[in-house]
């Protein structure tokens, strides 16, 4: 996949940030060192930048994302005991919102870091990616 190399660096900051502080912390906490760690390894990002959410061409709100990296990946934290399937589909509506090809979606709250990759099926940049995987549906 095209955004392989960095989302495993994101990965790993993530993996150095619950290692170092455990579960536990609001996800504020978590956000800010993953921003030291992000810097560290040289990686482009900005944080909590806003973004409208639009329906049928009317803006109907903002929201925002913790990170979005390389201008490509969004990457969503949670701080909690376990993931829920909704957490994954609003992860996935965000990257279809934003137009984003990829986003990450990191929970720093369980014993283990959890992390999934999220695909947005309708952008170009993933036209691939489904053709090899027909289990993948653009809903």
């Known amino acids: 996949m095209k ?7 994101i990965i790993g900051c993530a993996m ?3 290692s170092t502080l455990g579960n536990g912390f609001q996800e504020v906490i978590y956000q800010r060192a993953l921003a030291i760690e992000m810097k ?15 329906y049928e061409g009317f803006d109907i709100g903002t929201r ?6 390389d ?8 701080a909690l005991i376990k993931l ?3 957490h994954l589909a609003q992860a996935m509506n965000y990257c279809q919102a934003y137009k984003m090809p990829i986003g990450l979606l990191i929970n ?9 990759r999220v695909y947005n099926v ?15 549906s653009k809903s």
Request: hydrophobic share 35%; proline share 3%; net charge negative.
């Open 64 to 69: 925002r994302v913790d990170f979005f990296v």
């Open 108 to 116: 720093f709250g369980a014993k283990s870091l959890e992390f999934k």
């Open 84 to 86: 829920e399937d909704v």
């Open 40 to 54: 560290k390894q040289e990686l482009d990002f900005q944080r909590e930048m806003e973004m409208k959410i639009y």
């Open 71 to 78: 201008n490509n990946i969004m990457v969503e934290l949670k």
């Open 16 to 18: 150095k940030v619950h």
């Open 122 to 136: 309708n952008h170009p940049e993933n036209k691939d990616y489904t053709a090899l995987n027909p289990k993948i």
């Open 3 to 9: 955004f392989e190399e960095i989302t495993h660096k």
